[in-house]
C-alpha cells in the first residue's frame, strides 16, 4: 500500500537527484557549463570574496648594480552579493493522493506528471535568471485599459503557464496584478501581448513591469547585471573599477551615409574575442547567440558560401564552430546580441554545499496545505552567480537581424 512516507521517500530517494541533474544541465549551455561551489559563503546569507585583478607590476630589467624590482602586490577587490532562494512547488490534490494509495500505477502518474511540470517551470526560470539583471523584470508593459489581454514590450522571457506580478517602480502589484496566470503569449508582430486567466483586467501604463511571482529584485545577478556599462556590481561601482565592465563592440547603424554595415561576420567576431583575450587576460570558449542573431550568422554562411560545421556539446546542444570556439543559440540572450564567454570565470555559489533539493526541515516533504484538500512539496535551490573577471567578458550589440520573433 502507498502510503505518506512513500510519496516522501519517492520524491527524496528517487526523483531529487534527476530532477537535480535536469534542471542544471537543461536550462542552457551555459549553466551546464558553470563550475558549482560552495566556497565563500558567508554567515549562509552572502557571497564575500575576493577577487584579483591587474598584475603585482613586480617586474622590469635594470642593471647589476640596480636594486631588484619592487614588488606592487597582487590587486584585490572584494565582490559581495546576497544569497538567492529559487523555489519550485508541486502539488497534489487529496482527492489524487487517495487514489495513488491503492494503486501504483495512479501513484507513478501522479508523480512524474507533477516533476514534469515542475522540471520544464524550473528550467524556464533558472535559465531565464541566468541572463537577466537580478531584478526580476522580464518586461516593461504596454498601455491596457481594464482587460485580461495585457499590451507588453517583449514577450521573450514570459511563457504560458507562467503565475507573474505586475508591479509598479517600487515592486508593488497593482491592482488585479498579483499572482496572476498567463494562458496565451501573443509573440508574432509588433503588437506583443498576454493574456491573463480569470475575469479581472487590470490597467497598465509604460510605467508598469511584469515580473514572476514574488520576485522583484530577489533574482540571481545574471549576465544583464555583469555587462551593464555603468552601476555597481557586487558592491562595487564599475565608474571606479573599469576593469569591471566587459567590452562592448556595437555595430554601427545602418543609416544614411554610413557605409559600414551591422550584419554579424566573422572579422568582428574574431577581432573582439582577440582584444579581450590579448588585453582583457581571458580564454574565450562560449559564444550563445540570440536565435535571431544565429539564423543571421547562418545566412552570412550562406552568401559567403562557406560551409557549416556543427557538433553536438554535452547535455545535447547543438554548436556551430566560429573562430575555433562553439557558438550556441539562446531564447535568453538579449535581441541582436552575441554574447563572448570565458565560463571558466563563472560560478555558482551554493549554500553548504547544497543543490536543488525538498524542502523537509521538520523530516517531511509534502505538507498539507491549511484549508484545502491539497498537499505540497517544494524545491529550493539556496545561490547566487558571481562572474569572477567581468572585464574579461565581451558582448556584441546592435547585430541586424530579419526577425523579431526572439524579442
Known amino acids: ?35 558549482q561551489t560552495s566556497k565563500d559563503i558567508e554567515g549562509g546569507r552572502r557571497v564575500y570574496k575576493i577577487a584579483p585583478y591587474g598584475v603585482n607590476g613586480g617586474t622590469g630589467s635594470g642593471s647589476d648594480t640596480q636594486a631588484l624590482p619592487v ?4 590587486l584585490y577587490a572584494p565582490f559581495i552579493s546576497g544569497i538567492k532562494s529559487i523555489r519550485g512547488v508541486i502539488k497534489f490534490t487529496d482527492q489524487v493522493m487517495k487514489a495513488s494509495r491503492s494503486s501504483k500505477a495512479a501513484f507513478l502518474s501522479a508523480m512524474e506528471s507533477e516533476q514534469d511540470g515542475l522540471l520544464k517551470s524550473a528550467k524556464f526560470t533558472y535559465g531565464r535568471q541566468s541572463y537577466l539583471d537580478g531584478t526580476g ?8 485599459n481594464n482587460s485580461v489581454t495585457v499590451n507588453v514590450k517583449s514577450t521573450q522571457y514570459l511563457i504560458e503557464g507562467m503565475i507573474i506580478d505586475i508591479v509598479n517602480a517600487n515592486g508593488n502589484p497593482i491592482p488585479n496584478g498579483e499572482k496572476r496566470r498567463i494562458v496565451a503569449v501573443n509573440r508574432i508582430g509588433n503588437n506583443k501581448s498576454i493574456v491573463l486567466d480569470g475575469a479581472k483586467g487590470v490597467t497598465t501604463t509604460s510605467d508598469h513591469v511584469i515580473v514572476e511571482q514574488g520576485s522583484f529584485d530577489q533574482e540571481l545577478t545574471g549576465m544583464e547585471a555583469v555587462f551593464a556599462q555603468s552601476g555597481k556590481l557586487y558592491g562595487l561601482d564599475k565608474s571606479k573599477n573599469p576593469w569591471l565592465v566587459p567590452y562592448r563592440y556595437e555595430m554601427p547603424n545602418n543609416s544614411p551615409g554610413n557605409t559600414q554595415s551591422n550584419t554579424i561576420d566573422d572579422q568582428t567576431i574574431v577581432d573582439t ?43 545535447g546542444y547543438k554548436s556551430l564552430s566560429v573562430a575555433g570556439r562553439p557558438m550556441v543559440k539562446d531564447r535568453f540572450v538579449k535581441p541582436g546580441c552575441l ?39 517544494a524545491l529550493i535551490k539556496y545561490c547566487e552567480l558571481i562572474c569572477d573577471h567581468p572585464g574579461g567578458q565581451a558582448e556584441i550589440v546592435n547585430i541586424a537581424t530579419a526577425s523579431n520573433l526572439f524579442s
Open 1 to 35: 500500500m502507498v502510503t505518506m512516507q512513500t510519496f516522501d521517500t519517492a520524491l527524496k530517494d528517487i526523483y531529487e537527484e534527476p530532477l537535480r541533474d535536469q534542471i542544471n544541465t537543461g536550462s542552457g549551455i551555459f549553466l551546464a557549463k558553470v563550475e
Open 71 to 74: 614588488s606592487g602586490g597582487n
Open 137 to 144: 523584470i522580464c518586461t516593461k508593459c504596454g498601455d491596457t
Open 273 to 315: 574575442i582577440n582584444f579581450v583575450e590579448e588585453y582583457r587576460g581571458s580564454n574565450i570558449n562560449l559564444l550563445i547567440a540570440n536565435p535571431a542573431v544565429e539564423s543571421e550568422y547562418y545566412r552570412y554562411l550562406a552568401q559567403t558560401k562557406r560551409s557549416v560545421n556543427t557538433t553536438t556539446l554535452e547535455g
Open 339 to 377: 554574447k563572448l564567454l570565458d565560463t571558466t570565470q563563472w560560478k555558482m555559489h551554493t549554500l553548504d554545499g547544497g543543490d536543488w533539493s525538498w524542502l523537509d526541515e521538520d523530516g517531511k516533504i509534502l505538507k498539507w496545505v491549511s484549508g484545502y484538500a491539497m498537499w505540497t512539496a
